[in-house]
Each structure stands twice: as structure tokens, then as C-alpha cells.
């Protein structure tokens, strides 16, 4: 006897799955904002021993501290990440034709740039103060707009070059380099003082949260 074949279930759709990832983001996010704004112990005791404990090595490591500083300053800053966008985006109208796509790509950029100004302004969380900063930063501190826009940019040019099938070698590289400076913007950011491990966390989860939304959005829409 041959037994019935069963149709494995369809996978879901690429829409689908970025709406609900965008959700599950964005509602982990909206959860971490809340915590923020309610003082919650735990995550302010976390937070103390994190900033004091990075904080006392900055000090003691003073090469260390100018190599973040010249990371966080000139190689992971929110102009030349909105920079790299802006490249990204004339290669796609000069060598792809891709108008629409570029324009979805600037524009979700300056969204990234409007939603955490508003929300920094919403929060008004205060940065560390230090009696000896290595550092200084400016506006609020939740949530952080360096790791923020840096997942952003990264998060849409990675989904850009698979969409445009690039060479394998290049798309390793682009992951590697992508991995490296998302998580290391964030980490020079809790070296340098400025920000609380937090910020970081949340800078990471809505900038992925506004990633998966603007996937969904170009996805659906998309002439």
C-alpha cells in the first residue's frame, strides 16, 4: 500500500513574514521605552554597573577610548551613514534604473533621522554624567541614534544588495562589515560614556523594527 502524500504547509510570504518581524520589533521597542520611562530598578541597575564599569576601563585605556572615538566620530556617525545611503541610492538610479527603490531608500533614511529625534524628545532621558568624561553628546539620550541609524542604513543596504543579487563574495563581505558596525557602534557608544547600555538596545531594536516595516512597505508597494 502506498501511503497519501502530504503537501508540506506554504511557507509564508515575504510581506508576511517582514510585517511580523516589524511587529515583534517594534512591540519589544515600545516595551523597552516603557521600562525607560518608568524608572524600572532592574534595568537601572544594569544600566549603572554597565556605564561604571565601561567607564573606569575608558579612563584607564585612553588609546583605546580615541580609536572608539574616531569609530563613533568618523567612520560609524549617523551623516556618513545617511551618506552611504545617499551613494547607495544614486547607484541604483545610474547603473539599475531603480527609482522607485532609491526613493523608498532616502526616504526611509530621514524617516529613521525623524523617529528617534521624536522619541528622544519624548523620552528626554538623561546621558551619564561623569566627573572626568572621555567624551561628550548632545540631545537625549534614549534612544541611541547612532545605533539606531546605523542598523537602519546597514539593515536597508544589506536587504538592497541581496535583492540585486550581488557576487557571493561581496554579500559576505557586506554581512561581515554590516555585523561589525552595528554592533560596534553601540559598544564605542557605552565606552565613550554618552549612552546607557539601554539607549544602545533600544537604538538596535527600532531601527530593526523600522527596517522590517520598510521592507514590508516596498514589498507591498513596490509599482
Same mark, same amino acid.
Given at each position: 500500500?502506498?501511503? =497519501?502524500?502530504?503537501?508540506?504547509?506554504p511557507a509564508p510570504s515575504p510581506y508576511r513574514t517582514a510585517l511580523r518581524a516589524a511587529l &515583534? @520589533? $517594534?512591540?519589544?521597542?515600545? /516595551?523597552l521605552? @516603557?521600562?525607560?520611562?518608568?524608572?524600572? !530598578? =532592574? /534595568?537601572?541597575?544594569?544600566? $549603572?554597573?554597565? +556605564? !561604571?564599569?565601561?567607564?573606569r576601563w575608558a579612563v584607564a585605556d585612553p588609546d583605546v577610548t580615541q580609536v572608539c572615538r574616531v569609530l563613533t566620530d568618523w567612520v560609524w556617525d549617523p551623516l556618513v551613514m545617511r551618506l552611504?545611503?545617499?551613494v547607495v541610492a544614486v547607484w541604483l538610479v545610474w547603473r539599475r534604473g531603480a527609482w522607485w527603490t532609491a526613493a523608498w531608500l532616502v526616504t526611509t533614511s530621514a524617516v529613521g533621522t525623524v523617529v528617534?529625534?521624536?522619541m528622544k524628545a519624548a523620552v528626554g532621558r538623561a546621558r551619564p554624567v561623569w566627573p572626568d568624561p572621555v567624551d561628550s553628546a548632545h540631545? +537625549? &539620550?534614549?534612544?541611541? $541614534?547612532? &545605533? @539606531?541609524t546605523a542598523v537602519v542604513a546597514l539593515g536597508l543596504v544589506l536587504w538592497i544588495l541581496r535583492r540585486e543579487s550581488v557576487s557571493p563574495a561581496l554579500w559576505r563581505a557586506a554581512v561581515a562589515v554590516a555585523a561589525v558596525s552595528a554592533?560596534?557602534? $553601540? @559598544?564605542? !557608544?557605552?565606552?565613550?560614556?554618552v549612552h546607557w547600555a539601554s539607549d544602545v538596545l533600544g537604538g538596535w531594536l527600532l531601527g530593526a523594527a523600522l527596517v522590517a516595516l520598510a521592507i514590508a512597505a516596498h514589498i507591498r508597494w513596490r509599482p
Open positions: 500500500m502506498h501511503s =497519501p502524500s502530504v503537501d508540506s504547509p &515583534a @520589533l $517594534g512591540l519589544s521597542s515600545l /516595551l521605552m @516603557l521600562l525607560v520611562l518608568a524608572e524600572w !530598578r =532592574p /534595568l537601572m541597575s544594569v544600566d $549603572g554597573d554597565i +556605564a !561604571r564599569t565601561t567607564h552611504l545611503c545617499a528617534q529625534q521624536v540631545y +537625549a &539620550a534614549y534612544p541611541s $541614534g547612532h &545605533a @539606531l554592533v560596534g557602534v $553601540g @559598544l564605542t !557608544r557605552i565606552w565613550l560614556g
